[in-house]
């Protein structure tokens, strides 16, 4: 029997990703539900100063408001030559929420006359794992590069258009999306937080 996992999201990709991730480990018997399943439910408000409160804040609401195991992320981009902004406001970075063209083109605007050698960068991703009995486990991931001067590549979403992965000559938006879960960000803390998830769930594989 298939135990229920609440992805406190409404971006199927996420979805869809982390259960290509589940699939890896060969942990078919977990089904996977958005919160556009649960009607009620509204967006939390993301007034955490760190990726991790934010990700523990979408969680815990999720887990109280559904009686269910709830997993979340908050993740952002962190550009060197700007003190390491956008980082948590990322994904309204340009003022409107989730639009990633706007956001793109508002870091490429600030970065311009700035060198390669300045334009260093990285994401970080905290997923949050949280049960209805209030334990808890977070995990980090990391993904290191720069930024380009113009966006390249139509895969992925947010930001990935302008950044090159460290060691790589092409951006992260022309990345499969096998390849994508090897290097990135969420992938890694997805991975990370999947041992969690099949010991708290009750072990399943």
């Known amino acids: 029997m298939s135990k229920k996992l ?7 990709g996420k979805i869809v990703e982390f259960r290509r991730i589940l699939d890896a480990f060969s942990v078919g018997a977990i089904e996977l539900i958005g919160i556009d399943q649960f009607p009620d439910l509204v967006d939390v408000e993301e007034v955490g ?13 999720t887990a109280t408001m559904t009686g269910l195991p709830a997993i979340s992320d908050d ?4 550009v060197d ?3 390491g902004w956008p980082g948590i406001f990322s994904a309204r970075w340009a003022g409107q929420h989730g639009n990633d063209e706007a ?3 508002k870091v490429l605007e600030e970065l311009k ?10 994401f970080i991703c905290i997923a949050a ?3 209805p009995d209030g334990r808890e486990k977070v995990a980090e991931g990391r993904f290191d590069g720069t930024i380009l001067h113009r966006a390249i590549g139509d895969q992925g979403f947010g930001y990935d258009p302008i950044f090159q992965p460290l060691g790589m000559s092409i951006s992260s938006a022309q ?4 390849e994508k879960d090897a290097v990135s960000h969420r992938g890694k803390s997805l991975r990370a937080i999947t041992p969690h998830v099949i010991e708290m769930l009750g072990g399943l594989r």
């Open 49 to 61: 100063s760190t990726f991790e409160e934010n990700a523990l804040l979408k969680a815990r609401y």
């Open 81 to 83: 030559a700007l003190g």
């Open 129 to 131: 794992l949280v049960m």
């Open 103 to 105: 956001n793109c083109v």
């Open 175 to 178: 990345l499969s999306a096998e």
């Open 6 to 12: 609440v992805i406190a999201t409404r971006n199927t």
């Open 75 to 78: 993740s952002g981009l962190c």
């Open 113 to 122: 006359g700035v060198g390669d050698e300045n334009r260093g960068a990285h």
